[in-house]
C-alpha cells in the first residue's frame, strides 16, 4: 500500500545535538511538507518542497534545515539553533489534481 | 487575526449525540475546504472535502460550506466513542497543488460512553 512513512516514532536529543527525522513516500506526489505541531497551536508550516532539488522556508524554518534529492524522500534536520525543538512533527505530501494532503504517522521529539 | 480560527474545545458530548464543529475564515479566496481527524499520537487523516459552498455527506459525516458567511461545519450524527479524536479543518485557493492549505489549530472532541 501507498503512504507515507517517518521514521523513528520516538526521538530523544540532548542539547547542543543536531537530528535528522526520517520522511519517505512511495505515492509519487510531487509535495512534500514539514509541519511542527504543539498543543494548543495547531499545525505550523516548517519548510516545504514542491519539486525535487527546491524547497521554500515556512513560517518557522528558523533552526530547522531539509533537503529534497530525491522525490520520495524529505529530510528534516533540527539544529542545535532551534531553542525549542520538543514537539510532533508530521510529514505530508500532495500531488497536483489531487485534494488533501497525506500524513505520516509522526515523530515526537523529546529533548532532554 | 488568524486566516483559519477554530475553537480549540474541548468538547465532550455523550454517545449517540449529533456533534457540530465549526470554523470561521478571512480569506475569500478559498475555495477547497477539509476536515481532518487525529487521533491522539497520530498523523491527521482527510476525513471529508468539498469544493465552494454547499454539502457533502458520507456515512454519519456531513460537511457543509457557507461561503458568504466564511463559514465551515463538520456534523457528526450518532457519535460513538471512537469519534473521539481532535478534528482539524484545512482550506485552500482554487489552484490547489501549488498553494498550501491552511488549518485551524483543531477541535479536540471527546464522546462519552
Known amino acids: 500500500d501507498g503512504g507515507i512513512t517517518q521514521s523513528p516514532k520516538y526521538l530523544f536529543r540532548k542539547e547542543g545535538q543536531n537530528v535528522t527525522l526520517s520522511c519517505e513516500q512511495n505515492l509519487n506526489h510531487d509535495a512534500m511538507y514539514w509541519y511542527r505541531q504543539d498543543p494548543g497551536q495547531g499545525l505550523r508550516l516548517i519548510y516545504y518542497?514542491?519539486?525535487?532539488?527546491?524547497?521554500q522556508k515556512g513560517d518557522i524554518a528558523e533552526g530547522y534545515s531539509v533537503s529534497r534529492e530525491k522525490k520520495e524522500s524529505f529530510p528534516l534536520t533540527v539544529t542545535s539553533a532551534q531553542k525549542n525543538p520538543t514537539a510532533f512533527y508530521l510529514c505530508?505530501?500532495?500531488?497536483?489534481?489531487?485534494?488533501?494532503?497525506?500524513f505520516g504517522s509522526g515523530t515526537r521529539l523529546t529533548v532532554v | 487575526q488568524k486566516e483559519v480560527e477554530q475553537d480549540p474545545g474541548p468538547l465532550s458530548v455523550p454517545e449517540g449525540a449529533i456533534v457540530s464543529l465549526n470554523c470561521t475564515y478571512s480569506n475569500s479566496a478559498f475555495q477547497y475546504f477539509m476536515w481532518y481527524r487525529q487521533y491522539s499520537r497520530k498523523g491527521p487523516e482527510l476525513l471529508m472535502y468539498t469544493y465552494s459552498s454547499g454539502n457533502k455527506e458520507d456515512g454519519r459525516f456531513t460537511a457543509q460550506v457557507d461561503k458568504s458567511s466564511k463559514y465551515i461545519s463538520l456534523f457528526i450524527r450518532d457519535s460513538q466513542p471512537s469519534d473521539s479524536a481532535t478534528y482539524l479543518c484545512a482550506m485552500s485557493p482554487p489552484n490547489f497543488g501549488n498553494e498550501k492549505l491552511t488549518f485551524g489549530t483543531g477541535t479536540r472532541l471527546t464522546i462519552i460512553p
Open positions: 505530508a505530501s500532495s500531488t497536483t489534481g489531487k485534494n488533501g494532503y497525506t
Open positions: 518542497s514542491q519539486i525535487v532539488n527546491d524547497f
